[in-house]
């Protein structure tokens, strides 16, 4: 099969062999692939595969179950599918878990599905899983642009919450507004701490790629017992920290990636996602949020636009 290498930091087609399925897995053939910045680090060498997993950049796609393992329900051979994978997705056929797949509905696109898996689920995870976000609760996204941002957005107005989110342009926040942000703060020009208090505005949840600088920022506009879920630390990965301020609001900070759960997890974080969200998925209540598609053979300018912060939403890979 032909596959994307990114040997010495370049993305290049290559030729290797078909993944030899285990008896939980099933092959996919690959349609469309979501492009994520794990994959932006692994290729600079900053973010290996964890023990066990493909090698092979691509970390969800969509595409058509073509062959099944030993022990998978027979049903799901021949089905459109959107999953996680664990690497591999770069590929023409990628080996996966059965019980992380996910059916694609029939009017939803195989671009479509390519830019569900990692966002939803990261979002999903950080919002309800750890962030017990309730109606009329608000939640605090930054990165509001982003995909994970896009879906976080669409669940937490599912939810019945009050949405702010912070982005890094007078676009990026129209268009998180256009999914449904109730308060949008480009922090180029305007210090979210002062917008929140000036609005009379605390959060319970705050999804926060950036940490650094901003966390002391978001313990300012915490409300009591809020919920703070970093996700990435975009802004350095070392910060003064003032401990009081955590403790007088009883703060919880959890610090969460998806890339390296176990399995078991993983499958649990899908059927919890799929119970509560999956009706919407399948409907098209939520705008899928796809920035750019792009022929797989232009992995490298995929990667360069979310290396250069320009995307608002999802980069899709489109096999030919």
């Given at each position: ?52 997993d ?29 999953t ?45 899983e750890l ?175 979310l ?5 608002a ?8």
């Open positions: 099969m032909k596959y994307i290498s990114h040997e010495s930091g370049n993305l290049v087609l290559s030729d290797t062999r078909k993944p030899q399925l285990k008896n939980h897995e099933v092959l996919v053939k690959v349609a469309a692939i979501g492009v994520n910045r794990a994959d932006c680090m692994q290729r600079q060498g900053k973010y290996p595969a964890p023990k066990g493909s090698p092979i950049l691509g970390l969800e796609c969509a595409g058509t179950v073509v062959e099944l393992g030993n022990e998978v329900d027979k049903s799901w051979l021949d089905k459109r599918i959107f996680l994978c664990a690497g591999g997705a770069y590929s023409e056929y990628v080996a996966v878990d059965a019980k992380q797949l996910m059916e694609l509905p029939d009017d939803v696109t195989m671009v479509e599905g390519a830019a569900i898996s990692e966002v939803y689920l990261t979002a999903f995870g950080a919002l309800f962030g017990k976000l309730q109606h009329g609760q608000t939640a605090l996204i930054h990165a509001g642009a982003s995909g994970v941002g896009g879906a976080a957005i669409q669940m937490a107005k599912s939810a019945g919450a009050t949405v702010v989110i912070t982005a890094g342009s007078d676009e990026k926040c129209q268009h998180a507004k256009s999914l449904g942000a109730d308060h949008t703060i480009n922090y180029k020009n305007t210090d979210f701490v002062d917008y929140m208090q000036s609005h009379n505005l605390t959060a319970n949840v705050i999804v926060d790629p950036v940490a650094g600088s901003y966390l002391n920022k978001n313990a300012q506009v915490a409300a009591m017992d809020c919920q703070i879920i970093m996700l990435a630390f975009l802004d350095g990965r070392f910060a003064e920290v003032d401990f009081a301020a955590l403790l007088r609001k009883r703060i919880s900070f959890h610090a969460s990636t998806l890339r390296n759960r176990s399995i078991d997890f993983k499958r649990q974080l899908r059927d919890d996602l799929v119970e509560r969200f999956y009706n919407d998925i399948a409907s098209k209540n939520y705008d899928f949020n796809v920035y750019k598609t792009l022929p797989w053979t232009q992995a490298q300018e995929a990667h360069a636009i290396e250069r912060n320009e995307n939403g999802k980069v899709v890979l489109l096999i030919e």
